[in-house]
């Protein structure tokens, strides 16, 4: 009698045993795939980062930006200096006057063909860093497609709709606004008229210059609407500066990562968008669908990465 009651309870212990190995098994396979997921979602992180920074060098290579923002500013200062010259002529030169008329008008012209170049670089600008985000999320280390005991995952991939261009916010912490966004690289003209002149110009800027330093508001349309006595009209014309780091004490700020609220959107990112500025930063998310082999559900992971382009290199 004891010997069965002995036999009997031995069995019972070995299915206790097999039940509670069965369980601690499951929730071993549950806490592997829960490690693995994280393991995931930080790789997909880092990868996001990667990808943005290289979307962000794209945006502003070989200082194309920067350049264009110089160049817009020095035909300015040359159409403001023309029209100037043009009105003196009109006053005192009788003899200069339809020589000073025929510059300021092609100064004029020369700054609406410098106009559609800017809005060519945009384009290509905007095309390049689309194109450099999809070509580094295969060499960013970006999970591939997985399978695990519980889940199976895709391939990461951008999420172009979650996506943006945009620029850095002068104040992080302040509203999403025209008014809060950082500077140009460019100064303000260091013009080469009368004392009279200078000083009317000078006033004339105070309105576009950034207050917390002495650079041009970023992502500003910087008309010239002087109006000289018989000098020419060139309302119709705008400049429009992008914002970007300037170079101060001939350091240019390499290209680094943001937070969001750093981040001022602007469009959306793709080839077909088209800001009123070439933008200077993007915002990158991507995605891994996540999908439970048992039941059929599924979810995404997504992680975002923002990323602002390297700043202005020294004035030419």
């Known amino acids: 009698m004891r010997h069965r009651l002995l036999k009997r309870n031995r069995g019972n212990i070995l299915i206790i045993c097999a039940a509670i190995g069965f369980v601690i098994l499951v929730i071993g396979l549950w806490a592997l795939d829960v490690f693995w997921l994280h393991l995931l979602n930080a790789k997909e992180l880092s990868a996001a980062e990667k990808v943005a920074m290289a979307a962000a060098v794209a945006l502003n290579k070989d200082d194309s930006i920067g350049q264009m923002n110089f160049t817009l500013a020095h035909s300015r200062e040359l159409m403001a200096c023309l029209r ?7 006053r005192d030169h009788e003899t200069l006057k339809l020589l000073a008329h025929d510059l300021a008008q092609k100064a004029h012209d020369n700054a609406a063909i410098l106009a559609a170049e800017r809005k060519a ?7 390049q860093s689309v194109k450099a985000a999809q ?3 295969s060499s960013a280390g970006s999970p591939g497609a997985a399978r695990m005991a519980g889940v199976a995952t895709s391939g990461a991939s951008i999420m172009m709709d979650k996506c943006s261009f945009g620029c850095a916010k002068a104040n992080p912490s302040g509203a999403d606004s025209e008014d809060n966004i950082s500077s140009s690289n460019v100064e303000p003209s260091k013009y080469f008229f009368d ?13 576009f210059v950034d ?3 002495n650079y041009y508001k970023g992502n500003c349309h910087v008309p010239l609407d002087l109006n000289f006595p018989g000098g020419g009209d060139d309302s119709d014309l705008q400049f429009p500066l992008s914002s970007l780091p300037p170079c101060i004490n001939n350091y240019t700020s390499p290209p680094r990562l943001m937070q969001g609220s750093e981040f001022s959107k602007m469009a959306a990112f793709s080839e077909s968008s088209s800001p009123q500025y070439i933008p200077t930063a993007v915002y990158i998310v991507l995605k891994l669908d996540v999908k439970d082999t048992k039941s ?3 979810t995404q992971l997504m992680a975002p990465g923002i990323a602002l382009t390297a700043g202005g290199t020294p004035p030419p």
């Open 135 to 137: 070509d580094a999320l």
């Open 211 to 213: 207050t917390t330093g």
């Open 84 to 90: 100037f010259n043009e009105a003196m002529a009109e």
């Open 121 to 127: 670089l945009e384009s290509e600008r905007i095309a």
């Open 195 to 207: 004392d009279t002149v200078d000083k009317m110009l000078v006033q004339y800027d105070k309105k």
């Open 296 to 298: 059929g559900a599924g």
